[in-house]
Protein backbone atom coordinates (compact mmCIF):
# COMPACT_ATOMS: atom_id res chain seq x y z
CA UNK A 1 0.00 0.00 0.00
CA UNK A 2 1.40 3.31 -1.10
CA UNK A 3 -0.09 6.46 0.71
CA UNK A 4 -0.17 9.83 -0.28
CA UNK A 5 -1.35 12.68 2.15
CA UNK A 6 -2.17 15.66 0.93
CA UNK A 7 -4.07 19.19 2.10
CA UNK A 8 -1.94 20.87 4.24
CA UNK A 9 -1.02 24.73 4.14
CA UNK A 10 -1.66 27.76 5.95
CA UNK A 11 -4.58 28.48 8.48
CA UNK A 12 -5.80 30.94 10.54
CA UNK A 13 -6.37 29.97 13.74
CA UNK A 14 -10.12 29.03 14.56
CA UNK A 15 -10.12 27.87 11.24
CA UNK A 16 -10.85 24.55 9.33
CA UNK A 17 -8.88 22.34 6.94
CA UNK A 18 -9.48 18.77 5.36
CA UNK A 19 -6.51 17.16 4.53
CA UNK A 20 -6.79 13.63 2.59
CA UNK A 21 -4.84 10.50 2.18
CA UNK A 22 -4.86 8.35 -1.17
CA UNK A 23 -3.79 5.14 -0.99
CA UNK A 24 -2.73 2.92 -3.82
CA UNK A 25 -3.39 -0.73 -4.04
CA UNK A 26 -6.92 -2.87 -4.28
CA UNK A 27 -6.98 -3.80 -0.22
CA UNK A 28 -7.11 -0.58 0.93
CA UNK A 29 -10.17 -1.78 2.52
CA UNK A 30 -8.95 -3.89 4.78
CA UNK A 31 -6.98 -1.76 6.55
CA UNK A 32 -7.23 0.46 9.94
CA UNK A 33 -6.09 4.16 8.95
CA UNK A 34 -4.61 6.44 11.36
CA UNK A 35 -3.26 10.18 11.18
CA UNK A 36 -0.80 11.13 13.51
CA UNK A 37 1.14 14.53 13.71
CA UNK A 38 4.67 15.39 13.95
CA UNK A 39 5.38 18.67 15.69
CA UNK A 40 9.05 20.45 15.18
CA UNK A 41 11.32 19.40 18.17
CA UNK A 42 8.88 16.65 19.08
CA UNK A 43 7.59 13.34 18.49
CA UNK A 44 5.03 12.06 16.38
CA UNK A 45 1.63 11.65 17.89
CA UNK A 46 -1.30 10.08 17.50
CA UNK A 47 -4.38 11.79 16.24
CA UNK A 48 -7.16 9.83 15.30
CA UNK A 49 -8.28 6.34 13.65
CA UNK A 50 -10.90 4.56 11.56
CA UNK A 51 -11.73 0.69 11.62
CA UNK A 52 -11.01 -0.84 8.13
CA UNK A 53 -14.90 -0.55 7.87
CA UNK A 54 -15.32 3.12 9.25
CA UNK A 55 -17.71 1.51 12.23
CA UNK A 56 -15.43 2.72 14.93
CA UNK A 57 -13.49 5.47 15.62
CA UNK A 58 -10.60 7.23 18.33
CA UNK A 59 -9.28 10.56 18.88
CA UNK A 60 -6.43 11.83 20.77
CA UNK A 61 -8.12 13.97 23.70
CA UNK A 62 -6.40 16.94 22.47
CA UNK A 63 -8.71 16.73 19.18
CA UNK A 64 -11.59 15.35 20.11
CA UNK A 65 -14.79 16.74 19.59
CA UNK A 66 -12.89 18.96 16.73
CA UNK A 67 -11.97 16.27 14.18
CA UNK A 68 -13.68 14.12 12.42
CA UNK A 69 -12.01 11.12 10.56
CA UNK A 70 -13.46 9.62 7.56
CA UNK A 71 -12.83 7.11 4.81
CA UNK A 72 -14.47 6.43 1.09
CA UNK A 73 -13.11 2.77 0.44
CA UNK A 74 -14.40 3.42 -2.90
CA UNK A 75 -11.72 5.87 -3.57
CA UNK A 76 -9.17 4.26 -1.42
CA UNK A 77 -9.12 7.58 0.57
CA UNK A 78 -9.07 8.54 4.27
CA UNK A 79 -9.85 12.12 5.27
CA UNK A 80 -9.25 14.22 8.32
CA UNK A 81 -10.94 17.18 8.63
CA UNK A 82 -9.66 20.13 11.36
CA UNK A 83 -12.33 22.12 12.84
CA UNK A 84 -11.58 25.47 15.28
CA UNK A 85 -7.93 25.01 14.96
CA UNK A 86 -5.58 25.50 17.43
CA UNK A 87 -0.98 26.85 16.63
CA UNK A 88 -0.88 24.07 19.01
CA UNK A 89 -1.87 21.85 15.84
CA UNK A 90 0.96 22.93 13.72
CA UNK A 91 3.00 20.06 12.07
CA UNK A 92 3.45 17.25 9.77
CA UNK A 93 0.77 15.07 9.54
CA UNK A 94 0.98 11.40 8.60
CA UNK A 95 -1.37 9.04 7.88
CA UNK A 96 -0.86 5.31 7.76
CA UNK A 97 -2.56 1.98 7.29
CA UNK A 98 -2.16 -1.12 9.43
CA UNK A 99 -4.01 -4.63 10.29
CA UNK A 100 -6.38 -2.72 12.99
CA UNK A 101 -6.69 1.39 14.11
CA UNK A 102 -4.31 2.03 16.72
CA UNK A 103 -3.04 4.49 18.86
CA UNK A 104 0.42 2.97 19.07
CA UNK A 105 2.57 4.46 15.67
CA UNK A 106 4.10 0.80 15.75
CA UNK A 107 0.48 -1.17 14.74
CA UNK A 108 1.01 0.68 11.54
CA UNK A 109 2.94 -0.68 8.24
CA UNK A 110 2.73 1.87 5.83
CA UNK A 111 3.74 5.79 6.37
CA UNK A 112 2.80 8.50 3.34
CA UNK A 113 5.35 11.35 2.99
CA UNK A 114 3.80 13.86 5.67
CA UNK A 115 1.68 17.21 4.92
CA UNK A 116 2.76 20.37 6.57
CA UNK A 117 0.05 22.63 7.82
CA UNK A 118 0.72 25.68 10.03
CA UNK A 119 -2.18 27.33 12.34
CA UNK A 120 -1.52 30.98 12.49
CA UNK A 121 -2.89 32.89 15.67
Known amino acids: VQLQASGGGLVQAGGSLRLSCAAS????????MGWFRQAPGKEREFVAA????????SYADSVKGRFTISRDNAKNTVYLQMNSLKPEDTGVYYC???????????????WGQGTQFTVSS
Open 96 to 110: AAGPISSRRREEYYY
Open 50 to 57: IRWSGSST
Open 25 to 32: GRTFSRYG
